[in-house]
């Protein structure tokens, strides 16, 4: 995983079919989305952003 800005994070996940799961009992939470077969593409916790190194690639900048 590679820290990204929270527009590449946004930009990248956008077109992908995932789903979004808040993971913790108190702040910060950390927020996992995957893809549909389970697939970790990328987190976000406290307001910093990673993304898979293997979307990175495949992205637009």
Known sequence: MQ?????RFYKIIGPL????S???YRYPYK???KLR???LVGYEEHE?????EE???NAED
């Open 48 to 52: 910093h952003y990673f993304i898979g």
């Open 17 to 20: 079919d995932v789903t979004v």
């Open 37 to 39: 077969n389970g697939t």
């Open 55 to 57: 979307y990175l690639e």
């Open 31 to 33: 927020t996992e989305f």
């Open 22 to 24: 808040a993971i913790g």
């Open 3 to 7: 820290e990204v800005s929270n527009d």
